[in-house]
């Protein structure tokens, strides 16, 4: 079977999409899935962390929505492709093929007032025709199921729920770590990264040694001053903001958290604090269900916008043994749910045998 993917997400710097499609291909060139499948990626650049053994398609353009939805389809029409596999939302609308499109979580429809007013409607406009005309549609979660279902009149028949894998990150002992507290991903409106660093600072200001790093580009809107609100504190270099980071910087920094936060109100999934979980890093999440649908027991649930709910969970995931202690406990059974392989397997099976 001859299946074409749209691989836009692993030019140049990766994040969230790019990791996924780059563990998928991953573990189907270690699979031998190529020697019953002929993969053709099609990129709008040279690809960045790609296995080589697949054939790339080069096209001509930038990365957006022209490219994906004119010049793309043709090219693909032209390799008489059986399937195509849109593994970020969206699907060209004009290829007339079977297509699966990945969706990870419809914030853009559920809450609108989170995006820029054609970011929005491009957003909903595209994932919902991509979504009705797909053969399948691939997410992350059960809560995510409901939302596409609900939001995008998928019906939930047609919606394969597929958990990416987590990176393994070898985690240190807990004596080597620093009192580091960490935050990985996007900064979204919906994450509250201003009332993290709110509450960290009461906590650094009792305890001398602890700080604060957190790694994510800015793409919030309406748009927050994350170094405004660092200045406001006047702790020094113990907040420090890195908009991007490699891979190796990124597991360096696991490494020596001894403490994860994620405040976010609205996930698909959560995937970074699954990896702080799988580098042994408690985290501290806002209770919500696709907090607890993904951790399960494995964090420190505190309400949604309690500042000091927060600073107090912050204090516990960093200083308190019994704390970390139980939360660390259940990671192995939640993170047994995250396995790269079976993902690779599964989705593979609606992408390449439909049912």
């Known amino acids: 079977m001859r299946i ?7 030019v140049g710097q990766s994040t969230g999409v790019g990791r996924y499609l780059s563990g998928l291909l991953t573990e189907w060139a270690a699979s031998g899935a190529r020697s019953s499948h002929e993969f053709l990626l099609y990129t709008h650049a040279p690809l960045s962390s790609a296995p080589p053994q697949f054939e790339t398609r080069l096209l001509p353009g930038t990365s957006g929505t022209w490219w994906q939805q004119v010049t793309l389809p043709s090219a ?3 390799d008489q492709l059986d399937v195509f596999f849109a593994p970020q939302y969206t699907a060209p609308i ?13 914030s853009f429809a559920a809450h609108p007032e989170w995006f820029r007013t054609l970011e929005g409607l491009r957003l909903r406009t595209l994932s919902r025709i991509a979504a009705r005309r797909a053969r399948s549609v691939i997410t992350i979660s059960e809560f ?20 990416p894998g987590v990176p393994l990150r070898a985690p240190s002992s807990a004596s ?22 709110r509450a960290f600072a009461p906590v650094a200001r009792r305890h001398p040694d602890a700080s604060l790093d957190i790694v994510g580009d800015n793409r919030s809107y309406p748009f ?16 420090r903001w890195h908009q991007y980071v490699t891979d190796e910087q990124l597991t360096d920094l696991y490494s020596r958290a001894r403490g994860f936060a994620f405040l976010s109100e609205y996930e698909g999934l959560g995937m970074t604090p699954l990896e702080a979980l799988a580098a042994g890093v408690p985290p501290l ?26 600073s107090s969970g912050l204090e516990r995931i960093l200083f308190d043994t019994a704390t970390r202690t139980a939360i660390l406990g259940g990671a192995r059974d939640t993170l047994a749910r995250y396995d790269w392989r079976r ?13």
Request: aromatic share 4%; charged share 30%.
């Open 224 to 239: 927050e001053d994350v170094v405004a609100a660092i200045d406001r504190e006047q702790l020094g270099n113990r907040i």
């Open 285 to 310: 999440l806002y209770d919500t269900p696709i907090a607890r649908e993904s951790c399960r027991d494995a964090a420190l649930y505190v309400p949604v916008g309690g500042i000091d709910a927060v």
């Open 76 to 78: 693909a029409r032209a």
């Open 4 to 10: 074409g993917i749209d691989a836009r997400e692993i």
């Open 343 to 355: 993902a690779a397997r599964e989705t593979l099976e609606v992408v390449a045998f439909p049912r």
């Open 176 to 197: 080597e770590r620093e009192a580091r507290l960490l935050y990985v991903g996007s900064i979204f409106n919906r994450r509250h990264i201003l009332d993290l660093i």
């Open 94 to 106: 004009l290829l007339n093929m079977p297509t699966v499109v990945v969706i990870y979580d419809v």
């Open 144 to 163: 995510s199921r409901r939302e596409i279902a609900e939001h995008l009149g998928v019906p939930e028949s047609r919606i394969n729920v597929i958990p």
